[in-house]
């Protein structure tokens, strides 16, 4: 198992264009999800994925931000007309809910963008 | 509203000087309490899970210990390699299992 893989891992655009970051869960891993992260900071929950379900989505998630996973496995975080506030590294991570509570995240390398 | 504060937010030890990180949290209904390391560039890496007060787990230097208010990380005789972003985060029982983080302390180890 290579763990949960992102890509691309850096990318550099200009304001207003749109951006699409994948992320390949852990396979046997149900559940998916997406955080953003700024400089100092830590993560920020965007949202979440059971399966192909997106069944709990921020306030931070404007809809700018779309999300989709589609069959259950891979996922796609697109964001249109980006802003310079978009700037960030964007986290995913899975889970195996196994029942018994605890439900540990596994993180990948990130997304870093950069809008200019 | 479920809340995380870490303190400090930077720490410098020389390599072998033994300290603490603190986690206070605010949750509705702890679900589990987390620790994980992140180096530069990098996803975070799962280190611990506590679930309830008066739990401890170890990993080699690394020990984490949980109240009903506050989370510690003690680092014994801490190593260069040990150098990292220390995050804590909690599970609260609002949510689909999603994790809240604080903002982390950053370890600076020196030889």
């Known amino acids: 198992d290579t763990g949960v893989s992102q890509d691309p891992r850096h990318k550099i655009t200009k304001r207003g264009q749109n951006v699409t970051f994948r992320c390949d869960p852990i396979s046997e891993h149900n559940r998916l999800y997406w955080y953003r992260q700024t400089l100092g900071q830590g993560p920020e929950f965007l949202t979440y994925f059971q399966n192909e379900a997106q069944l709990e989505k921020s306030r931070l998630l404007s809809d700018r931000f779309s999300a989709e996973r589609p069959k259950g496995s891979f996922s796609t975080l697109e964001i249109q007309r980006t802003e310079q506030g978009d700037s960030a590294m964007y986290l995913c991570?899975?889970?195996?809910?196994?029942?018994?509570?605890?439900?540990?995240?596994?993180f990948g390398a990130g997304s870093r963008l950069t809008v200019l | 509203e479920d809340q995380v504060t870490q303190s400090p937010e930077a720490l410098r030890l020389q390599e072998g000087e033994s300290s603490s990180l603190n986690c206070s949290y605010t949750v509705s209904g702890l679900r589990g309490l987390f620790w994980y390391r992140q180096d530069p560039g990098k996803g975070p890496e799962f280190l611990f899970t506590l679930y309830s007060a008066g739990e401890e787990k170890e990993k080699e230097r690394l020990k984490a210990t949980l109240t009903k208010k506050e989370s510690f990380l003690h680092i014994t005789a801490p190593k260069p390699e040990d150098s990292a972003t220390y995050l804590c985060a909690v599970r609260g029982s609002g949510g689909y299992n999603k994790l809240i983080f604080g903002a982390g302390t950053r370890l600076a180890v020196h030889p």
């Open positions: 991570a899975s889970s195996l809910d196994r029942g018994d509570g605890a439900n540990v995240l596994t």
